[in-house]
């Protein structure tokens, strides 16, 4: 759960009824102390799977929040890295961390970048998407690749049904689409519109090739032609 210095339920619940943009402005002095940010253990997996596909010389971080995907590419390119975010809260957080970096802030449904990078990553961010806008994030990322530049994309493998973990996702969900009909501005937030099967066939019709890395966090490596 939340550690020391998280953020309130009253601050969370106002940021549940902002909008996406907002709620993570408000987010984000207290975001790395929160179970949002990306795990050590997805980075290192991410860093492993992507180690003997190198080298990489230049790195892009899609929607990196404050910068823990920084983590990652830092030991795997040996150029400049960059992170890029639609939230001036979360880019704040983001160079105060790693101000080795460059950052941009942009809506990575319109990345400014055209063959700039040899590898691009992006962590927890895909259910701020609806399966409609995934074509234009993935066809920027697939721009802002050099040719073969390879999109690393960790999607945690669905529990079981019998899970409990299952059910409050789906319970997650069901409360994020009751909230948006009633509500506005509406808060993209969704577990069970990333099935792994969907969003590689979204990659391949962007042009990547696509393969899977087994494990637990499924990882889908995108390679651009």
């Known amino acids: 759960m939340f550690s020391p210095g998280g953020p309130s339920v009253s601050e969370l619940t106002v940021q549940a009824l902002s909008s996406v943009e907002r709620g993570y ?28 596909l190198g080298p ?18 830092r ?20 160079r105060e961390a790693h101000p080795y970096a460059s950052w941009v ?14 590898l691009a990553v992006s962590f927890g ?16 990322v697939h721009r802002a690749l ?3 530049g390879v999109f690393a994309l960790p999607i945690g493998t669905p529990p079981p049904v019998t899970s409990l973990a299952h059910w409050v996702l789906l319970g997650f969900d069901v409360a994020m689409r009751v909230r948006n009909l009633v509500w ?9 519109t990333t099935p792994l099967t969907a969003v590689r066939d979204d990659l391949e019709a962007a042009g990547f090739t696509v393969t899977g890395v087994p494990g637990r966090f499924g990882i889908l490596l995108a390679r651009r032609a």
């Open 184 to 192: 506005r501005p509406p808060f993209v937030m969704y577990y069970r």
């Open 25 to 52: 402005d408000l987010l984000a002095p207290k975001f790395d102390h929160t179970p949002f940010r990306t795990p050590e253990t997805v980075l290192d997996a991410t860093v492993a799977a992507l180690a003997e």
């Open 125 to 140: 961010a895909l259910g701020h998407f609806l399966p409609a806008e995934r074509p234009a994030l993935f066809a920027g």
């Open 56 to 73: 990489f010389e230049d790195g892009l971080d899609v929607c990196c929040g404050t910068g823990a995907g920084l983590l990652a590419l």
């Open 75 to 94: 030991p795997l390119c040996a150029g400049r890295v960059t992170g890029v975010d639609f939230s001036t809260g979360m880019l704040e957080k983001a």
């Open 105 to 118: 802030r942009a809506d990575a449904r319109a990345l400014p970048f055209a063959g700039g990078f040899d």
């Open 146 to 148: 050099r040719p073969g």
